[in-house]
């Protein structure tokens, strides 16, 4: 079934205009109506990141789960794998986390956690889903039960040593000299706070939020403000978190960006080694590089593949045991610690590897030479355009030019009216050719 608000993230859409302090109001009324099971107090937290709009989305949140008997306990601007773990810490019945992630500061986003800590099931959003369009006025809670709401203190102290644990106790970054790009964005304090309490000399990008600047030239999608920081002041590493720090991307001591897969292949490998790896692979989606599967093939490790969604990727690590997984974007899960894709505790694993290697980044993170792979992206406005008959036939062309050769990907994004189509294959320009046939076909039916 179609659904009319939850994407592949939670709700997400532009402020003010899709999402409406009205829309996140009957969102915190129908999440709060699911989840009020049994006769205790509810509670619900809720985190943010740095956007101008969490303000008014957070009200109205809060608004809506008062209104219907939950009590709300607000963290502030913190990292979305923070709400997952303090909905667990502080026995809630729900976890919410407002932000559009890596998107634009004009979008914002509401991902729900369930009282595990982990996104919610298709089931469960389709069941509020049903009721946000509904008259909720025969849910709400009598005077006597409105909720109660107030801010919790110590928030970032409590991450900070959640963090910190995923370390063996003695673990240290004395003489390591990190730059770290927080995006403007949820990660701003906690993250540069963490690797300074580790002992690493921290220099901090990123971390003067006005409400408009996350993500803006900075952070995991714009890496270039890290590497040319890197250079400058002759860092041993650079890592790079995005708007609400559940993904991560690396810089070399060289400046070159190491990518999610890189990471992956570093931590399966550091995992095996040490006897963490709960099954002999990992997960990962479609879009990452076949040069990880054949380098994880000759450590002994498998790669199980995954539509485009960390949700996915988590779904079947819980569904088949596996305890590493991610996509090349740089979300990272490691579940033995996190319930979804946490930045900081994935380049604090990458971290922990250069200094008991005693080598520098560009080798600890370069496991392979990955195959040529071109990504373009298409925007339109409305419509179906994959289903255009020229766009059908352009797809075709380029599946046969690339048979045996490689492989075709195309998939619109969950979270905006982008298409994606991506190619990999041993020879570059065939694949950008291939890949180009579909664009340009795209292009004239989104024209």
């Known amino acids: 079934m179609a659904r009319k608000y939850f994407g592949t993230d939670g709700v997400r859409g532009r402020a003010n205009a899709t999402l409406t302090a009205d829309l996140a109001l009957r969102v915190g009324m129908a ?70 992630s890596h998107n634009p500061f004009d979008d914002n986003g509401i991902k729900l956690f369930g009282p595990d800590g982990f996104k919610l099931s298709d089931q469960i959003e389709q069941e509020i889903e049903e009721l946000i369009d509904h008259d909720m006025v025969k849910k709400l809670a009598p005077p006597a039960e409105i909720g109660r709401a107030k801010r919790l203190e110590g928030v970032h102290a409590r991450y900070i040593e959640y963090a910190k644990r995923t370390l063996p106790r003695d ?55 890290l590497s040319a920081k890197v250079r400058e002041v002759r860092a041993d590493i650079g890592i790079a978190l995005d708007g609400d720090a559940d993904r991560v991307i690396i ?20 995992f095996k080694e040490d006897g963490r790896l709960s099954r002999d692979g990992i997960v990962a989606t479609v879009m990452s590089n076949l040069g990880l599967e054949r380098y994880l093939q000759s450590e002994g490790l498998t790669l199980a593949r995954t539509s485009v969604g960390d949700r996915y990727v988590l779904e079947r690590m819980r569904a088949d045991g596996y305890n590493v997984g991610g996509e090349q974007s740089g979300h990272i899960i490691l579940s033995d610690y996190s319930t979804t894709g946490d930045g900081l505790l994935a380049a604090l694993q ?25 990504l373009k992206n298409v925007r339109y406005s409305s419509g179906r355009p994959l289903e255009h008959a020229n766009v059908i036939a352009a797809i075709a062309d380029a599946e046969l030019r690339l048979a045996n050769h490689g492989r075709l990907l195309i998939r619109p994004s969950g979270t905006e009216p982008v298409i994606r189509v991506m190619g990999e294959g041993d020879d570059y320009d065939l694949v950008e050719g291939a890949v180009d046939g579909v664009i340009e076909a795209l292009r004239r039916v989104a024209a």
């Open 31 to 100: 999440a709060g109506v699911v989840f009020r099971r049994g006769e205790h107090r509810h509670r619900v937290v809720i985190g943010k990141d740095t956007r101008l709009s969490g303000y008014m989305i957070e009200n109205a949140l809060v608004a809506g789960f008062t209104s219907v008997g939950m009590d709300v306990l607000l963290l502030g601007p913190v990292p979305t794998p923070a709400v997952g773990m303090l909905t667990r810490s502080m026995r809630a019945d729900l976890g919410v986390m407002i932000s559009a």
């Open 171 to 225: 673990q240290s970054f004395e003489g390591l000299r990190v730059v770290v790009d927080c995006a403007n964005g949820a990660g701003y304090r906690v993250a540069p706070e963490a690797l300074w309490e580790l002992g690493a000399d921290v220099i901090a990008i990123g971390v003067e939020p006005n409400g408009v600047n996350i993500n803006r030239d900075v952070g995991s999608t714009s890496p270039a403000a």
């Open 251 to 270: 810089v070399d001591e060289k400046g070159h960006v190491v990518d999610g897969d890189q990471i992956m292949a570093v931590v399966a490998q550091s």
């Open 350 to 374: 990458v971290l922990a590897v250069v200094a008991r290697s005693q080598r520098p980044v560009s080798e600890v993170c370069h496991r392979f030479d990955p195959l040529p792979q071109v």
